[in-house]
C-alpha cells in the first residue's frame, strides 16, 4: 500500500522522528488510537460530536478528523493529509490493525455499561482514562465526563460501541489525546512488567536452589495427585441459611480468639448463604474418626459452581468441602449491578460479611451435627481449610488471622487515579468500612481455621505487612505473573515475603492470569466457558495444579499425615510441571532477594522528548537546532 508524498513543516517532522525514536516506529499511530481502544474491553447523551482528534506532545500538537479516520476505517483509503503524517510511521499490517480497532463492535449491553461506569470503580477508570483522553478546553474535572456520555451514547446507538461510534459521541468538537502522559503511563506500566518479569527469575532460581537441597524427595513420591482420589463423592444442596446477624457462634465451639476486636455487627442482617456440601463416600473399614472439613470461596461476581472441580477433587481424597456463595459479591449481585439494582459490584460490607459468612456456615453445620444424621459425627469441624480465589482469597486470608488494617488503607489509597492495579479499586472501598467501625483494625479471624490457600488474591493494602505478619497457620499462595487485575509483584510475591510462618508456600504459573484456576461454572445449567483472553494459557493444566497442591497441602495439615509434605516441593512442582504453563513453587523467599528486581526498574526514566533528544546526540534545549 503506499500512500501520497505530502509536503511537512520540517519541524513537525523533525519532532515527530524524535518521538519515534523514544519509543518504536509506530508510536503515533499506537498512541492514537491505543488508549481510546483499551476502553472499548472495559466498557448523557450529546447532539455536538468530535470532529477532529488532537495529539498533542508537550508543546507540540497535530490533528486528524474524525471523518478522515472514518473513511478509512470503511474504505481503506488515506485521503487526508493530517492522516498521512501518522500512517508513514507505520507499517501496513499496523495500519490494518488500526482499522480493525476502529470498527470493532464490544458485545456489551447499553444499560450494563452505564451502570458500571456509574459505579465507583467504573468512576475511577473512567478518571484514569480522563489523563489521557480530554475535551477541546482542558476541563480536566470533566474528562471523565465526556469519556461516560461517549461511551454511553455509543453504546445506546445501533452501530454499538465500537471506537469510531466513540469519537462520533464524544460531546465537545474536540477530542485530545495527551502522548506525553500516556507515554508516562504505559512507562511506568512498562516497569511493573519488567520488575514482574525480573521477580520471576527469582523465584524460578530460588526453586532450583530448593530443589538441589531436597536430595532425595522425589523417590518417596508415589501418587499423582493430580488425578482423582480412591473415593466416591457425592453432593448435597442445603437450604440456604438465614444468618442471625445477633449469633456470632455456637456455644459450645467458640470460633474467635477471646482478646480479638469484632465489628460492630457481624454480618448483613437477612442475609442469606446457599451451600453446597461435597461428601466422600466411605465404607466403614475406610472412615476416619471425622472427616476434616474444607470450605473453598468463590471471586467476586462468581458463584459456588466455580470451583465445583476442586471440591469434588478434594472429596474424592476424603475431604468434606463445604462451598458457600456469597450473596453480596456473586454473579446475581453483578447481574443486579448491570440492572441498575445495585449502586457496585460489591458493598464495602463485603469486606466482613465474606468472612463471617463462612464463620456462620460452620456454626450452622455445628449445630446439625447434633442432631442431623448426615452430619452427626462426621466432620471435624475444629480442623478446617479455606480456599479461596481473588475476593474469596482475601476471605481465606483474613479467616486465617489477618485482619483488614485501617492504617494501610488509609495512607495507600490516596492516589488512585494514578494506580494501574486494578485490585486497589475493590480493596480501598473497605475504608469506608471506618464509618462502621472506628478502629485501626478488624480482626475476622475464626481459630477453627487451621490452614489457608490463597488464589490470585489481593493483599497489599487491605492487609498490608503488619497485618500478614498475624497470620500463624500454614498458608499457601498461589499465582500467575500475567495477572493484570491483582498484579503478581504487588499483591502476592511481595506479601509472600512478608509472612512470618515457617510453613509457606509460594506457587507461580508462568504467563497464569486472575481467572487462570477458575471454572467457568454454570448458569442456569448451562456451562460457561471463560474466553481464552481471562482463561488464559491452558486453563485445563493450572487447575491440575490446584487439584494436585491443595491435596498435599490440606492432607499435611488437616490430617497431619506429614508424608504429603514431600509433594509441597520445589522438586514435585518440577515434575509436575508442562511446557504450555510453567510452574514453580519456593518456600523461602526474602525481601532482600526482591530488593534489587524493585530497585532496577525503580528509578528508570519516564520517556520523553528532551530525554530523548538528549541521548541521540541532540541538544537539550527542546527549540534548539530546530528549523522554523
Not at 86 to 101: F, I, M, T
Request: a neutral charge; charged letters at 20%.
Amino acid at each position: 500500500m503506499s500512500y501520497p508524498s505530502l509536503p511537512l513543516s520540517s519541524k513537525i517532522d523533525r519532532q515527530m522522528k524524535l518521538c519515534l525514536r523514544a519509543k518504536n516506529r509506530s508510536i503515533w499511530v499506537g498512541i492514537m488510537v491505543g488508549w481510546l481502544g483499551w476502553l472499548l474491553p472495559g466498557m448523557v447523551l450529546s447532539s455536538s460530536a468530535a470532529e477532529r482528534i488532537y495529539v498533542s506532545y508537550s508543546v507540540l500538537e497535530r490533528s486528524v478528523s474524525v471523518k478522515s479516520l472514518e473513511t478509512y476505517a470503511k474504505q481503506g483509503k488515506i485521503v487526508d493529509e493530517d492522516l498521512a503524517v501518522y500512517a508513514q510511521y507505520a507499517n501496513p499490517k499496523e495500519l490494518e490493525q488500526l482499522r480493525n480497532v476502529l470498527t470493532s463492535k464490544a458485545d456489551v449491553d447499553a444499560v450494563a455499561v452505564s451502570q458500571f461506569l456509574y459505579s465507583p470503580q467504573g468512576v475511577n477508570l473512567l478518571k484514569r482514562f480522563g489523563q489521557v483522553i480530554q475535551p477541546e478546553s482542558r476541563q480536566s474535572e470533566s474528562n471523565y465526563k465526556a469519556i461516560r456520555a461517549a461511551l454511553i451514547g455509543a453504546a445506546v446507538d445501533k452501530e454499538g460501541l465500537t471506537l469510531l461510534n466513540f469519537l462520533r459521541k464524544f460531546p465537545t468538537r474536540g477530542l485530545r489525546v495527551d502522548v506525553e502522559r500516556g507515554l508516562e503511563i504505559a512507562s511506568t506500566l512498562e516497569k511493573l512488567v519488567n520488575q514482574t518479569r525480573r521477580a520471576t527469575a527469582v523465584i524460578i532460581e530460588q526453586s532450583t536452589v530448593e530443589r538441589g537441597g531436597e536430595g532425595a524427595i522425589a523417590p518417596k513420591l508415589t501418587e499423582d495427585l493430580r488425578s482423582r482420589g480412591p473415593f466416591r463423592w457425592k453432593k448435597q444442596s442445603l437450604e440456604p441459611l438465614l444468618i442471625d446477624p445477633n449469633l456470632q457462634s455456637t456455644p459450645s465451639s467458640p470460633s474467635r480468639d477471646n482478646n480479638q476486636s469484632l465489628p460492630t455487627k457481624t454480618s448483613t442482617p437477612g442475609r442469606q448463604i446457599q451451600v453446597d456440601i461435597y461428601f466422600p463416600e466411605l465404607n466403614q473399614a475406610q472412615l476416619p474418626k471425622k472427616l476434616p472439613v474444607i470450605v473453598i470461596s468463590h471471586g467476586l461476581g462468581s458463584d459456588r459452581t466455580a470451583f465445583a472441580y476442586l471440591a469434588q477433587h478434594l472429596a474424592s481424597y476424603g475431604f468434606a468441602v463445604l462451598v458457600p456463595e456469597h450473596p453480596g459479591s456473586n454473579t446475581k449481585q453483578f447481574e443486579a449491578l448491570l440492572r441498575g439494582v445495585a449502586s457496585e459490584v460489591a458493598e464495602p460490607s463485603e469486606f466482613i460479611d465474606r468472612p463471617l459468612d463462612i464463620t456462620a456456615v460452620l456454626n450452622n453445620i455445628e449445630l446439625r451435627a447434633k442432631s442431623d444424621p448426615s452430619f452427626l459425627g462426621r466432620l471435624n469441624l475444629q480442623q478446617v481449610g479455606v480456599i479461596g480465589q481473588s475476593f474469596g482469597g482475601y476471605t481465606a486470608l483474613a479467616l486465617g488471622g489477618a485482619p483488614i488494617n485501617m492504617l494501610e488503607l488509609e495512607s495507600g489509597c490516596q492516589d488512585l487515579e494514578n494506580t494501574l492495579n486494578l485490585s486497589l479499586l475493590l480493596q480501598c472501598r473497605a475504608f469506608d468500612l471506618k464509618k462502621i467501625k472506628n478502629q485501626t483494625e478488624i480482626n475476622l479471624h475464626d481459630s477453627r481455621v487451621k490452614a489457608v490457600i490463597a488464589l490470585n488474591p489481593f493483599t497489599s493494602k487491605v492487609f498490608g505487612q503488619t497485618s500478614l505478619n498475624q497470620i500463624k497457620i500454614p498458608t499457601m499462595i498461589v499465582s500467575g505473573n500475567g495477572d493484570t487485575v491483582a498484579p503478581a509483584l504487588l499483591e502476592q510475591i511481595q506479601p509472600f515475603t512478608e509472612l512470618s510462618i515457617p510453613n509457606k508456600y509460594l506457587i507461580l504459573a508462568e504467563g497464569g492470569t486472575h481467572f487462570s484456576f477458575v471454572s467457568g461454572g454454570s448458569q442456569g445449567g448451562v456451562t460457561v466457558t471463560l474466553p481464552p483472553e481471562l482463561a488464559g494459557p491452558n486453563p485445563a493444566t493450572a487447575r491440575r495444579y490446584v487439584n494436585a497442591l491443595s491435596v498435599a497441602f490440606f492432607k499435611t495439615y488437616l490430617e497431619n499425615k506429614l508424608v504429603y509434605q514431600n509433594y509441597l516441593s520445589a522438586t514435585y512442582a518440577n515434575d509436575i510441571s508442562e511446557n504450555a504453563l510453567p510452574v514453580s513453587l519456593v518456600r523461602s523467599l526474602t525481601p532482600n532477594q526482591l530488593t534489587q528486581v524493585l530497585e532496577s526498574e525503580k528509578n528508570a526514566p519516564v520517556a520523553s522528548l528532551s530525554q530523548s533528544r538528549k541521548s541521540d546526540g541532540g541538544s537539550q534545549n527542546p527549540g534548539e537546532g530546530i528549523e522554523n
